[in-house]
Each structure stands twice: as C-alpha cells, then as structure tokens.
C-alpha cells in the first residue's frame, strides 16, 4: 500500500513539474500537452493522502492562470483536478492561491455552456467551504442579487443539478470558522430568504426523490449555519421557517405531510380536535398497558409468520437490535446498524457519487431511506438551533405544533409531533435529534410552565389555558416514559434522560396531580447499573433533578425515604393531603425492572409498595402542597434507616472491592452522585437525617482522594449538608421527639472534620476553589456549635481563617474574609475583645485589596463587625465598649467613609457599616475632635448615597440613618447637617419609584427619639408635610413590581406620622394647623387603613396609639389658641382606636418586604 501511494506522490510530481514547465498557446499541440498532463493526474486515485499544499497550491495557482476559461473541456478537466485536491485530499489553499481559483471558477460559471455548470459548482462548493472570511471581495459576485449563485437558484428552468450546485455553494459560504470575520448582514439575510423560499418551492416541484432530498438538506444545514453564526430571525420569517422544519422533520415516514403550510402561527390551544372515531379513554389505557405488556408479544407473532429470508435477516442481528425492533408503538423496523457520522465535510457528503450502494432496486431504495433520514436529521437540527435563537416567551406560543397537549392528540396517528420521531423513527440520530429540539424547546420554561393546573375539574365549553398546560406536562411525561421503554442506543439514551432531567426542573410539580415523579424514578432505577457509564451519569443527573426540587414535596420523601421503615403505624397518617396511591417507588410487577437493577433493589421496590398502598388519598390532591418536612412526624417515623439513593450514591464514589479487585467507577459517575447527595442534603434533609454517620465517614474517605476535582465536589456537598445542619440546630418547630439530630451530635461530626479533613485542606491545598469551598464550609458551623467545640478546636478554626485572608488567591481570601464577617457574628466570639481586634485588622487590610470582590465580601464582614459592635453596646456590655481601642475604631470609621466612593456593590455595605459605627459612637470618642469630623463626614456620605445609586444602595443608606438616630449622643438638632439630611429623606419619601427606598426613607424620619433632634418649628412641619405627601403620591404606582410594598409604605409613613404626634410641642401646632385642615381628608383615609391593616406579632400600632393619643391629651390640658385645639382634635380624631375591630381582620398577610439591611 505505502509502494502505491509512493508511485502515485511521484507521479503527481513528475506531471507537476512538466506541467509548470508548460504555457498555454491556442494550437493543438499545446493543448495536448496539457490535456495529456491534466489526464494523468485526474487518473490518479485520490482517496488516500499523499500530495503536499506546496505542490497543490503550486498547481491550481499554475492552472488558474494560463488555461483560458473559454476552452471548456480543459476547464472542466481542471475543475476535477481541484474539487480531487480540496474535497478528497482535504487540503488548505494559500489567500492568492484562494482567490485565484474562486476567481477562475466564477469566470467558467459565467462563460462555460450549461453543460458543465453543475461540474463547475461542484468544484467552486469545495473551494469556498470553511473560507467565507477570506473570500469578502468575492462576495457581491458569488452572493449578491445579480451574482452568480442567487439568479440561478430563483430560475425555474435551472437544471436539477444546477441547482444542486448552487445550493451547496451557499450552504458551504454560510459556514463560519469558529469567530473569524463573516458575510455582511445584507448577504446573509438574502441567504436566509433564499434558502427558506427553497423550503416551500422544493416539495412541489417536479424532480427526482434523491436530488430534492440533496437540495433540502443543502437548505436546511445553510438555515442551520446562518442561525448559528448570526443569530438573525426577523420575527416575519419564524412562521414560515417553522412550518417547513415541520414538513422536513418528518421526511420520508409513512403518513408523513407532504405539503408545506405558508406560515406557523402562535396559538396556546390545541389544533387537534378529537373525532368521534378516536379512542376512547378506556382505549387509550388499554393501548398504553399493551404498549408496556403485551405489544411485544403480538409484534413476535406477526414475525413469526415471515418467511425463511426474514429469518435469515434477523439472525445476524444482536439480541439489542431484535430487541429494538420488538419495541412498542414502531410502525417500521429501525436499521440494523446505527448510523455512524462521517468525518468528511458537509458537502463531501451531498456530493459523493455513493458507490456505496448498488445500483439494485434494493440499492436505490436504501440510498433513498438514508437521504430521507438525512433530511430529517437536518430539519431537527435546524429546529434546535431556532429553538436557540429565540426568546422563550415567542417559542412558547408554537409549542402546540411541536408537542402534544392530551393523551387523544399523543396517540392520533393524524398528529405528527417530535414524539412521533423521538417514538417512531428508524434513524438514532433522529431520535436524538428530536430529543435535543425537545430539550432545548423545554429549558427555561418554569417561569412559563408555572401557571400549570392539572385538576380533575371536567371543562364544557372552555378549557383554560392553564388546564391545557397541566394536560401538556401529563403527556410530556407519559410519551417520554414510553420512550424509555422502547429505547437502547446508548448515545439516544442519554439524550433522552437528559430530557427528562430537563422536563423534571421546569414543571411545577406543586401543581401537579401525584404519581409523575414516582412513574419517573421506577423507569430511571432501571438503568442505574447500565454498561455505559455515560447513561449512568444522566441518570443520577435526573435523581438530582428530583432531589432539587423546591418546595419539598410529600412524594419524592417517600421516593427518597428508605423502603423499610421501622414502624409502619403512622405513615398513613396526616398524609392524604399529600400522596397519591401511586406515589411510591414503584407501582408495577417485577417483570418491568431491568436484569440490570442492583441486587435487593426488589425487595425495597415491593415494601415501598406495601407503604404506598396505605395513602389512600386522592389523585385529585395535588403534589405539592408543602411537604412540612422538617415537622411531620410520620415521615420522621418512615426515615430511620440509609436510603436507597444514599446507598446508590456512595456505592458509586467509593472504590469497590470485588472478585477482580478494585473497581472504581468513571469521575464524571462519582461527581454525579457527589451532587445529588448534596441536593438530598440542601432540600431533603430531614429524610436522610439517620444517614449522617455514613455521609461522615463518606467525606472524610473523599477528602482524601487523590483527584482534586472528588475534594472540590466533597466541599460543595459539605457545604449544603452543614447548612441543612444548622437550620437543624436553630429550627424552633422541631422537638426531640421528632427525631432532630442533637446538639452533640453535630458537634461531633464538625469535630470529626476539624480534626483532619478540613484542617489539612485549609493548610496544605494546592488547588485554590478546593480552599476556598471549603474555608465557605466552615462558615456554617454556627453559633450554637462553635461555642460546644473544644477550646483547641475553636482557636485552630480561627487561626486558619485568619491565615487565609491574606492567601495568594484572590477566591481564597474572599472566601476567609467572608467567614469571618460570618463568626464575628457568634456571641461567644462578639464579646472577645482580642477576636474582634484581630478580625477588624484582617477586615481593614483586604480593603485596600486591588480585587473588586474581595472588597465586596470585606465591606460585607466589615459591615457584620459593626452590627456586632451594636449588639454588645445594646446588650450594655460595658467592659468590651472600655476595651475596644479608639484608634482601631476611628481607622474602621475612616474605611466605612472612604468605602463609600468605591463600586456600588462595595458601597451597599460600606452605608450598613457607616450607619452601625454612627449608633456605636461611645461618649468617650465623640469627646475626640477627629471623631466629630468624621461624623460630619460619614453624614454627608450617607445623604450622597440617599440621593443617588442604585436602589439597595439608596435604601440602605437610608436604614443606617434610621440607625444613626438611635444613637442620642450625637447632637442632631443643632448639627449643619441636620437640615440637609431631613430635605434629602423627605424628597426620596415623597418622589422615589422605588417604594423599599421609601420605606426605609420614612422610617429614617419617624426614628429621631427627641424633639429637638428634629430642628426648628419650620423643619419639623416640613417633615410634616413631605410625609402627608408621601401618602398621596404612594397610591401613585408606575412599576407593577412596586405593588406588592403599598401597604408597607402607607404603614411605614402611618407609623412614623404616629411618632410625631407623640413629639408634639404646644408651638408646633400653629404651623400644623393649616396642613391638617387641607389634608385632613386624605390623612384620616390612609390612617383608617392603617388602622385596620393586618399586623404581624411584633406590631405595636396598638401601644403607639394609645401613646399619641395620651400625648395629645396632655397637650390639650395647657393654654392653647383655637387654631392649637383645632389641630390636636383633628389630630385625637387619627389616633383612635377602633374597639370593635375584629381581631380575624387583624391576621398578618405574607409580605415581601423585610426592614431589614439588604
């Protein structure tokens, strides 16, 4: 063989050389020269590589420059020998070389009779493919209007290879290297409109099967290039795009439609209306049993009855592939082989002359059902990418003509959907093709999927949309389940769990009826053991797509719970609210599981059974009512022993012992199970809470992996597993007898970690996210922990993180810092005078960190350190306030301040910690000189960040005056900048959109606890009136989103009027008595709402009432004016109190709104 390419390399070089010797003259014996040169080297035999790019650059350059394109026999002889060296020798051209051939093939295109024009295209296909950003001055004449590619696609009378040609040179010019420069948008878009107008004008026309098929895979894989490289798709070409893929999705299958439709249109409702004919429900259950059951048996029957050929056939097929045609709900028989792809390019594989096949009638009839395939391949293709390439919301409306809506619409033969190739289809890479469209056409709905109802509510006339939605996701799941049965290419496979995952985190299963996900996991568990470690991943990625959901629902517990609880007495109760009948494990017979199900996997599938049978509740009740989980105690009852996916998962991380010896499973197997454990452990908790031991010894076995990639992942899941751990400490609903890990026993397992794992990754890990992960997992060990450890164990967790706050990488010490502003927190470590010092200069030094996000995290801890400096002064621990260094107090003074004018995000929480130290300010600094001009300077900070900013910024900075107020040491009245920060709260109370920025505004007005903190007369009633004024204009709501916060607003505002009141000076009447009178009305409006609004536990409306109104008595008991009683009656006539308001009125509504910093 090497002899032969040897003697070909030689010959080609010998004929090149006599070739570049020769110039071209018009007589006959320079033209047989030639054509005996160009001869022999057309004879070469080109299918195996062996000429250089020097030579065959040398060459076409050579023959592009004397062969005059008007002598068309050598001319097509040179296209040969071109299209041999770029198409099958796959060799790259030199730009000159390039542009020298583009220009003498588009020169032959225009000249060359038509005889030889499909050649020629040919030819310029190969030359252009993958080099559209070298050919830009060759644009305008190959692509434009009158260009040579465009005119002839748009003429009728062209040719059926001509076109082919054409067709094929565009679709290799829309094909993009990688981000290299690309055709002008006006080319594209005329590529767009052409190809697409090949869609609808293809079907019709007169030509052969395999040349029409040829010209649409052209278009479609162009369609495909230009959505891909462009992202273009007027909104006017969806429909009409759509409803070709539609047509071409279906190419060649029996009853597939032949017509392609103008346009899709948008529409939420079904376009299939069930005839009388149809089947009925009773039918279609007996159809879905059968297609599980009994469809293979009848399908071996018929068979059975074909003769010995057929036998013959089937005998050379492995057991997979007999297996694969005896599927349920296949109308034909799927190849024999899988379809592999090739690694020619695009339009090698249009052009080949498929020797391949024989010329028989068989011969053709194959090489027809892989063209038809091929068309079907693409047109799914094309359907992903459009799928990619538009909003969710606008594909949403075309979900109707892609995907069942009912089990009628599903089992119609009339309705075609990607189901009827995901079910139906011969091809893999169809079935594939299909299920990466669905995928696609599913991912990142749940916003759109949420209004979802899958009542048993019967609908006469009209079926609400949501009612439609609910009816969709049933089938969705029911045809996917099917296809689980039916498939067993791996590669399909994959994809079709993938889907289901995808399926699975989309649905609001909350309002679903039960028994989807039950139905889901008993397919899955089938294949948790597959040969393909790849499907094992996607199978455990659907696991934790189930574990993932949120809010917990009562079926997946009992998916996730063990299968043998210990008492079984109170499971069925309080539980039919929750779980259907058919809410276990598994539902079916023992026949349906896979040989390769894990050995004991059956006894479990059958006491989960025996648990579900116990549920009696209604189908009808929905999913997702919330499962109480860390409350219910018949689930605490049923969750005494490891569960089976926590025995699944560790089995697969951990190496195995056996017969061969070790057997560890593939990295992505283990990563897989490592995130579904912490899905358990982040969602579920409560239902693995007796698997703690084994979780324990498993992290520490992970933590000393070798592969740093096992640790990262073991971090994460230690992450999620000791938060879930200190929500279990800190939950007030749980009792002892409700199962609740104990004080001590989360203390342990934290020992446990500290005295090893932990400790040796925060010392001695290279890999920098490992570090930081787990300096993150640290921060969730809790107050309540941290202070049960042992004295060393505290000091060696304290010491570390200190340490790492001034680690090399920048995630590490944003991560150590962060922890910090986390333990600074914990009254055991608040109270520490040292611990603090050392925290506050670990804080102030990564404030001068060049990294954005550490400066992010440390203003964060920074602002933490100066809650915990509040919470000591309110707890009146004097000592710490005496102990605590001026100096360190006034540098963290400066940091807030100068925090102030870094990025917004830095800036949210430099205001928190500008507002704490304001509050903090003992006498004894504010005696200080430095310490009066930074308060000035911290004010004007703060009324800067007020007034401009982003929102949390601008509510945030109005909470940290509301916490300045507090602090009654500072001189407020008599300050300069008193007048300017009551003008700056009340502009933003009165005019800012954002009514959280409000809120905090009128609180930061109702805090001031003493009169004179308030100013003179003038600025008192100025306050007066912006408040007013606010009520007003909070009715005035331009963002929907602000709805939601009125009521808090016209609270907030309520509250801080109420305030006032109870300051109130003789004096102070006469200017109030004007406002009162002209807006009496509208204050006595919001303030019976106020009055009557639903108030939370910690409401004190009633005290601060009686208060005002006490006030107000006192007040009327001195010597006042007219217009002074005037005013406190209007204003007594406020702060009543209604006595017979019933207290049900006064139940507290769910709000969003927190006054809190955020």
């Given at each position: 063989m090497e002899n032969s390419h040897h003697g070909e390399k030689v010959t080609f070089q010998n004929c090149l050389k006599r070739l570049l010797k020769i110039t071209y003259r018009d007589d006959v014996s320079s033209k047989t020269d030639i054509n005996v040169l160009i001869d022999e080297l057309i004879a070469l035999d080109y299918s195996q590589k062996f000429v250089d790019e020097e030579d065959a650059n040398s060459l076409i350059c050579h023959v592009c420059r004397i062969i005059p394109v008007y002598e068309e026999q050598i001319t097509v002889k040179v296209c040969q020998i071109i299209h041999s060296l770029t198409a099958k020798q796959q060799l790259s051209l030199e730009d000159q070389v390039l542009w020298s051939a583009t220009d003498f093939l588009v020169k032959a295109v225009q000249r060359i009779s038509h005889w030889a024009t499909a050649e020629i295209l040919q030819t310029l296909g190969a030359v252009v493919y993958e080099n559209v950003d070298r050919l830009v001055q060759f644009h305008e004449v190959l692509?434009?209007?009158?260009?040579?590619?465009?005119?002839?696609?748009?003429?009728?009378?062209?040719?059926?290879?001509?076109?082919?040609?054409?067709?094929?040179?565009?679709?290799?010019?829309?094909?993009?290297?990688?981000?290299?420069?690309?055709?002008?948008?006006?080319?594209?878009?005329?590529?767009?409109?052409?190809?697409?107008?090949?869609?609808?004008?293809?079907?019709?026309?007169?030509?052969?099967?395999?040349?029409?098929?040829?010209?649409?895979?052209?278009?479609?894989?162009?369609?495909?290039?230009?959505?891909?490289?462009?992202?273009?798709?007027?909104?006017?070409?969806?429909?009409?795009?759509?409803?070709?893929?539609?047509?071409?999705?279906?190419?060649?299958?029996?009853?597939?439609?032949?017509?392609?439709?103008?346009?899709?249109?948008?529409?939420?409702?079904?376009?299939?209306?069930?005839?009388?004919?149809?089947?009925?429900?009773?039918?279609?259950?007996?159809?879905?049993?059968?297609?599980?059951?009994?469809?293979?048996?009848?399908?071996?029957?018929?068979?059975?009855?074909?003769?010995?050929?057929?036998?013959?056939?089937?005998?050379?097929?492995?057991?997979?592939?007999?297996?694969?045609?005896?599927?349920?709900?296949?109308?034909?028989?799927?190849?024999?082989?899988?379809?592999?792809?090739?690694?020619?390019?695009?339009?090698?594989?249009?052009?080949?002359?498929?020797?391949?096949?024989s010329d028989t009638e068989g011969g053709q009839s194959s090489r027809l059902r892989s063209l038809h395939a091929k068309v079907r391949q693409c047109a799914l293709a094309c359907l992903h990418t459009t799928i990619k390439s538009i909003n969710k919301r606008v594909m949403f409306g075309y979900w109707s003509s892609f995907i069942p809506d009912s089990t009628a619409a599903g089992n119609s033969p009339q309705v075609h959907t990607l189901f009827t190739v995901i079910l139906k289809d011969p091809s893999p890479k169809c079935r594939m093709g299909a299920l990466a469209a669905l995928t696609a056409l599913i991912d990142g709905t749940k916003t759109l999927l949420a209004t979802a109802d899958d009542s048993d509510q019967k609908f006469a006339t009209f079926v609400p949309f949501s009612a439609v939605l609910g009816s969709t996701i049933r089938e969705l799941h029911r045809c996917l389940l099917l296809a689980l049965v039916s498939e067993n290419i791996p590669l399909t496979l994959t994809q079709l769990i993938k889907c289901v995952s995808t399926l699975i985190a989309n649905v609001p299963y909350s309002r679903m009826r039960p028994g989807l996900l039950s139905r889901v996991v008993k397919q899955i568990r089938n294949f948790i053991n597959y040969r393909d470690p790849n499907v094992r991943v996607a199978c455990l990625t659907c696991l934790g797509a189930v574990a993932a959901i949120q809010p917990p629902l009562m079926e997946i517990c009992h998916i996730i719970q063990s299968a043998r609880p210990h008492s079984q007495t109170s499971v069925s109760q309080n539980t039919n609210h929750h779980v259907s009948g058919d809410s276990g494990i598994s539902s079916g017979s023992q026949s349906n599981c896979s040989p390769n199900t894990e050995p004991g996997m059956m006894e479990e599938v059958k006491d989960v059974q025996t648990l579900s049978s116990g549920m009696g509740s209604p189908m009808g009740s929905s999913s997702g009512v919330q499962t109480p989980v860390y409350s219910d105690l018949s689930l605490h009852a049923?969750?005494?022993?490891?569960?089976?996916?926590?025995?699944?998962?560790?089995?697969?991380?951990?190496?195995?012992?056996?017969?061969?010896?070790?057997?560890?499973?593939?990295?992505?197997?283990?990563?897989?199970?490592?995130?579904?454990?912490?899905?358990?452990?982040?969602?579920?908790?409560?239902?693995?809470?007796?698997?703690?031991?084994?979780?324990?010894?498993?992290?520490?076995?992970?933590?000393?992996?070798?592969?740093?990639?096992?640790?990262?992942?073991?971090?994460?899941?230690?992450?999620?597993?000791?938060?879930?751990?200190?929500?279990?400490?800190?939950?007030?609903?749980?009792?002892?007898?409700?199962?609740?890990?104990?004080?001590?026993?989360?203390?342990?397992?934290?020992?446990?970690?500290?005295?090893?794992?932990?400790?040796?990754?925060?010392?001695?890990?290279?890999?920098?996210?490992?570090?930081?992960?787990?300096?993150?997992?640290?921060?969730?060990?809790?107050?309540?922990?941290?202070?049960?450890?042992?004295?060393?164990?505290?000091?060696?967790?304290?010491?570390?993180?200190?340490?790492?706050?001034?680690?090399?990488?920048?995630?590490?010490?944003?991560?150590?810092?962060?922890?910090?502003?986390?333990?600074?927190?914990?009254?055991?470590?608040?109270?520490?005078?040292?611990?603090?010092?050392?925290?506050?200069?670990?804080?102030?030094?990564?404030m001068e960190d060049t990294c954005l996000n550490v400066r992010f995290k440390t203003a964060w801890s920074l602002a933490n350190l100066c809650d915990a400096l509040v919470l000591n002064k309110i707890d009146g621990d004097n000592d710490f306030m005496n102990d605590f260094s001026d100096m360190l107090l006034q540098k963290l003074f400066s940091t807030s301040i100068k925090a102030c004018q870094d990025s917004d995000k830095v800036k949210s929480n430099a205001v928190r910690a500008l507002g704490n130290i304001l509050r903090y300010l003992p006498i004894r600094s504010l005696g200080k000189s430095s310490f009066r001009t930074s308060v000035e300077d911290g004010v004007k900070a703060l009324i800067k960040n007020i007034s401009s900013g982003t929102m949390k910024l601008r509510w945030n900075a109005c909470y940290a005056v509301s916490n300045m107020f507090k602090n009654t040491l500072l001189n407020f009245g008599g300050a300069p900048w008193t007048q300017d920060l009551m003008v700056t709260l009340c502009a933003v109370v009165k005019d800012c959109k954002n009514f959280k920025v409000r809120i905090n505004a009128a609180l930061a007005l109702g805090s001031p606890s003493e009169r004179g903190h308030y100013g003179d007369c003038q600025l008192f009633s100025f306050v007066w009136e912006s408040l007013v004024i606010a009520l007003e204009t909070s009715e005035d709501i331009t963002d929907f989103a602000e709805f939601k916060y009125r009521n808090n607003l016209n609270n907030q505002i309520c509250t801080s009027i109420l305030h006032l009141v109870t300051l109130l000076q003789a004096i102070d009447l006469d200017i109030l008595h004007h406002l009162l009178l002209e807006r009496s009305e509208v204050i006595s409006v919001h303030f019976d709402r106020f009055r009557t609004s639903p108030q939370d536990s910690n409401s004190t409306l009633e005290s601060d009432l009686i208060e005002a109104k006490d006030h107000l008595l006192t007040l009327l008991s001195g010597h006042l004016t007219e217009g002074q009683k005037s005013a406190l009656f209007l204003l007594q006539q406020l702060c009543r109190i209604d006595e017979n308001l019933n207290e049900e009125e006064r139940i507290p509504k769910k709000t969003a709104f927190k006054q809190i910093y955020d």
């Open positions: 692509l434009g209007p009158q260009g040579v590619l465009i005119p002839l696609i748009k003429e009728n009378a062209t040719s059926e290879d001509i076109l082919k040609g054409a067709v094929q040179c565009v679709e290799n010019l829309t094909f993009r290297m990688s981000s290299e420069e690309y055709m002008d948008e006006q080319y594209a878009a005329l590529c767009f409109q052409i190809l697409l107008e090949l869609l609808h004008r293809v079907p019709v026309a007169n030509m052969e099967s395999g040349t029409q098929c040829k010209i649409l895979i052209c278009s479609l894989r162009g369609l495909h290039n230009l959505l891909t490289a462009t992202k273009i798709m007027p909104s006017e070409n969806l429909g009409p795009l759509l409803a070709g893929i539609r047509v071409f999705m279906f190419h060649g299958l029996p009853g597939a439609p032949v017509a392609v439709p103008e346009s899709l249109y948008p529409t939420p409702l079904s376009q299939y209306d069930p005839s009388p004919s149809s089947p009925t429900k009773s039918e279609s259950q007996t159809n879905d049993s059968s297609a599980k059951s009994g469809g293979v048996k009848k399908y071996k029957k018929k068979k059975a009855k074909k003769g010995a050929e057929t036998n013959r056939n089937t005998t050379s097929k492995s057991s997979q592939e007999r297996e694969d045609d005896e599927n349920d709900e296949l109308e034909f028989t799927r190849p024999k082989a899988v379809e592999v792809f090739s690694s020619r390019p695009n339009w090698a594989k249009i052009s080949s002359s498929e020797s391949e096949y049923t969750a005494q022993s490891v569960s089976w996916l926590v025995k699944l998962c560790v089995r697969n991380i951990l190496p195995n012992v056996g017969e061969n010896g070790e057997h560890i499973e593939p990295l992505p197997v283990r990563l897989e199970s490592l995130q579904v454990l912490a899905h358990l452990g982040k969602g579920y908790f409560p239902i693995i809470r007796n698997s703690l031991p084994v979780l324990q010894d498993l992290i520490l076995k992970c933590y000393a992996d070798q592969d740093h990639v096992i640790r990262l992942h073991t971090s994460k899941l230690v992450d999620d597993l000791t938060q879930a751990l200190q929500r279990e400490i800190q939950s007030r609903e749980l009792t002892d007898s409700s199962g609740r890990l104990t004080l001590q026993q989360v203390t342990d397992f934290w020992i446990s970690l500290l005295s090893g794992a932990i400790a040796n990754i925060l010392q001695s890990e290279p890999h920098c996210a490992v570090k930081a992960t787990t300096c993150d997992c640290a921060s969730n060990i809790g107050p309540e922990v941290f202070a049960a450890l042992p004295i060393d164990k505290r000091v060696l967790c304290i010491t570390l993180i200190l340490g790492l706050t001034s680690d090399e990488d920048k995630i590490v010490r944003s991560s150590a810092i962060r922890t910090i502003g986390v333990f600074v927190l914990f009254p055991c470590l608040r109270e520490d005078v040292c611990f603090v010092a050392d925290a506050a200069n670990a804080i102030l030094m990564s």
